[in-house]
């Protein structure tokens, strides 16, 4: 299972410290588990776009999309959850 969770920068410094044992147990909690069958996740803040620019050419293109490096990999069935 994968699963997204947001905490507090300190919370991550305990924790590769090993001392953030409720911490880390109230991030999961609160965490939001992906869905079997997801896609690929990417942060679009790397796609460098300008959405208010009028030119065409600074619009994201399918390929940007697509070749875009992945954050956390597409689900894949039977893989090591």
């Not at 090993?18 to 869905?35: F, M, R």
Request: hydrophobic share 40%; proline share 4%.
């Amino acid at each position: 299972m994968k699963i997204v969770i947001d905490i507090p920068e300190v919370f991550y410094e305990y924790c590769k410290a090993e001392e953030g044992a409720i911490e880390v147990h109230l991030a999961i909690k609160n965490g939001i588990p992906l869905p079997k069958g997801h896609g690929d996740l990417i942060d679009r803040n790397e796609l460098a776009v300008d959405y208010t620019s009028s030119d065409w050419n600074d619009y994201v293109s399918v390929e940007q999309i697509k070749n875009a490096k992945a954050i956390v990999e597409a689900y894949k069935e039977g893989a090591e959850e």
